[in-house]
C-alpha cells in the first residue's frame, strides 16, 4: 500500500464556471494629429450598458443544491448535479445548477464527541434552516447523518443508488483487526464500530472522539495517533480513495450503521417542481431498504448515545432480509436479531419496528448504561 503521505491530498470538486465573462477589446488612444475627432464617449456608453445588461441577464440557477463543504459532502452534491443533468435537457445548459456550500455546526465544533454537543441533527440543522428559507431548492445529505424526524414542512423522497455499505480497515502496519497486538489503539468517533470492535477484539483500545473528514482522519493515522482506523467503505468509494484500504470488514464482523452508503435528497413541501425533478433519481429499491432501517432506529429511538446498527437488503429470491444489532457501548453485550419479508414499503417498515421492539424488549433497562 503506498504510504499515506504520497496519497493524502485535498479532494478537488469540479468547479462551477460562470459564463458571464466579460472580455471588452482592447482601447487605444487615437493618434495624436492636430484635428482629431472627439472621443467617442458613445463607445464607452454602449460598453457600460452591455455589461450591466449581461449582468442582468446572467442565468438565475433552476436548482440551488444545498450541501455542506467537506470534500466527501460535495463529491456527493456533484453526484447528484450530474444526475440532474443527466435526467432534463433544461438543467444540462450552464449555470442552471448551482451548489451552494453551508457550514454546519458540526462541521464547526470537531474538539467534542457528537453526543455531546447535539447529536447527528448537528450535520443538518443548517442546511434544513437554508431549505426553509427558500436560500436553496434541494439538500443532499448523507443518510446516515439524517434524524429520524425531518424538519416539518420538508420531505425527503429520493435516494440515490446506494453504494458499498461495508466499512474498510486502514492502517499502516496491519492488513486485518487480527493481526493488531493487543493494545493496540484504533481510533473511531462511532460508537456502533467501537461497540462491534471490543466485542470481538477486547484487548484492543478505542481512541473516542476521532473526528475529522476523511482526509484529516487518514492524516492523523498518518502522524501516529492510532495505529488503525474505521471509515466507511462507501466514502472512500466517493472520493477515489481506496488505495488507502487495507482490508474490508464482512457484515458478519461489522454491521452497518442505518442508511450508510445512502443519499438523500430533500425538498419543501409543497415544491411540486423540485419534487418532480429529484423523482427521476429515485432508486426505489434503497429508498425502501432505508425506511426499513431508519423505522428500525426510530422505534429504539436511537441516538449518538447509543450503539446501533441496521441493515435491510435484497436476497437472492427478492425478498427483503434485514438485520439489526444493539451494544452496551464497552461491547461487553451485543444483541442481534434478523427478519425476513416481502419487498414492500409497509411489510418493510413493520419488520423495523417489530425488530426494534424485540431488541429493545431483550436490552431491558439500564442496557445502555455500561
Known amino acids: 500500500m503506498e504510504t499515506l503521505n504520497q496519497t493524502l491530498t485535498t479532494f478537488r470538486s469540479p468547479s462551477v464556471v460562470s459564463a458571464n465573462r466579460l472580455n471588452p477589446p482592447c482601447l487605444h488612444s487615437p493618434p495624436p494629429v492636430l484635428r482629431q475627432r472627439p472621443r467617442n464617449h458613445t463607445f464607452f456608453i454602449k460598453a457600460s450598458v452591455s455589461a450591466v445588461e449581461q449582468q442582468s441577464q446572467k442565468k438565475v440557477a433552476l436548482i440551488r443544491i444545498g450541501t455542506r463543504g467537506s470534500p466527501l459532502a460535495l463529491a456527493q452534491a456533484y453526484e447528484t448535479r450530474d444526475k440532474l443533468i443527466a435526467s432534463s435537457s433544461e438543467l444540462a445548459e450552464e449555470g442552471a445548477i448551482e451548489i451552494v456550500v453551508i457550514k454546519t455546526t458540526g462541521d464547526k465544533i470537531l474538539s467534542q464527541p457528537l453526543a455531546d454537543i447535539g447529536g447527528k441533527g448537528l450535520f443538518t440543522k443548517e442546511i434544513d434552516e437554508a431549505l426553509l428559507n427558500s436560500e436553496i431548492d434541494i439538500a443532499v445529505h448523507s443518510m446516515k447523518d439524517v434524524p429520524t424526524y425531518l424538519p416539518e414542512k420538508t420531505i425527503l423522497p429520493c435516494n440515490l443508488p446506494r453504494e ?41 483500545s478505542v481512541l473516542e472522539n476521532f473526528r475529522g473528514n476523511v482526509q484529516t482522519r487518514l492524516k492523523k493515522l498518518n502522524d501516529g495517533v492510532v495505529v488503525a482506523t474505521l471509515l466507511a467503505l462507501a466514502g472512500l468509494k466517493r472520493l477515489n480513495m481506496t488505495e488507502h484500504v487495507s482490508s474490508i470488514l464482512p457484515i458478519n464482523d461489522m454491521l452497518p450503521a442505518v442508511a450508510q ?37 426510530l422505534t429504539l429511538d436511537g441516538s449518538c448515545r447509543t450503539p446501533i446498527a441496521g441493515y435491510a437488503c435484497k436476497d437472492e429470491d427478492g425478498n427483503c432480509l434485514f438485520r439489526g444489532l444493539v451494544a452496551s457501548p464497552d461491547g461487553t453485550k451485543v444483541l442481534e436479531t434478523s427478519r425476513k419479508g416481502s419487498y414492500a414499503y409497509e411489510d418493510m417498515i413493520l419488520m423495523g419496528k417489530d425488530a426494534g421492539e424485540e431488541l429493545l424488549s431483550r436490552a431491558g433497562p439500564g442496557f445502555f448504561d455500561s
Do not use: W
Not at 430533500?266 to 427521476?280: L, Q, S, V
Open 261 to 297: 452508503g445512502a443519499i438523500g435528497i430533500a425538498c419543501r413541501e409543497g415544491d411540486d417542481k423540485m419534487a418532480n425533478y429529484i423523482a427521476k433519481l429515485n432508486h426505489e429499491e434503497t429508498r425502501l431498504a432505508v425506511a426499513c432501517e431508519r423505522a428500525f432506529l
Open 164 to 204: 458499498d455499505v461495508r466499512d474498510a480497515f486502514i492502517s499502516l502496519n496491519a492488513t486485518s483487526l487480527a493481526d493488531l497486538p493487543a493494545g493496540s489503539v484504533v481510533g473511531t468517533a462511532s460508537l456502533r464500530r467501537k461497540s462491534q470492535l471490543l466485542n470481538r477484539y477486547p484487548s484492543l
